[in-house]
């Protein structure tokens, strides 16, 4: 079952960067690309929980500001040498409006 809500406007959230949204368990970040994508993944590197919202995004990935782990925005996995996965949820784009899923 799907559990959609409403994060904000695209506009609201810097291109290469991320808005976290807060639920009752963890934190997600929602993180926008250079070409207005948007992507959803648990605030938390697969590594030592570091904070993914913090870290830049680039192409599809973003880099974790603690130890430099590359994670993949569409799988959350990690990439190159490195193993690991967090959680990802579906995010999209409505007349400006970014949703994510929670289910
Ligand atoms: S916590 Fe993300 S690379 Fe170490």
Known sequence: M?????V????????????VV????????????????????KDACPHKQGQLS???????KVTCPLHNWTISLESGEALGPDEGCTNVF??????????????
């Open 2 to 6: 799907s559990n959609w809500i409403e």
């Open 8 to 19: 904000g406007q695209l506009e609201e959230i810097p291109q290469q960067g991320s808005r």
């Open 22 to 41: 807060k639920t009752n368990d963890f934190n997600i970040a929602v993180f926008r690309t250079v070409n207005d994508e948007v992507f959803a993944v």
């Open 54 to 60: 913090q870290g830049i995004v680039h192409g599809k």
């Open 90 to 103: 579906m995010a999209k784009v409505e007349d400006g409006l970014v949703s994510i899923d929670l289910a």
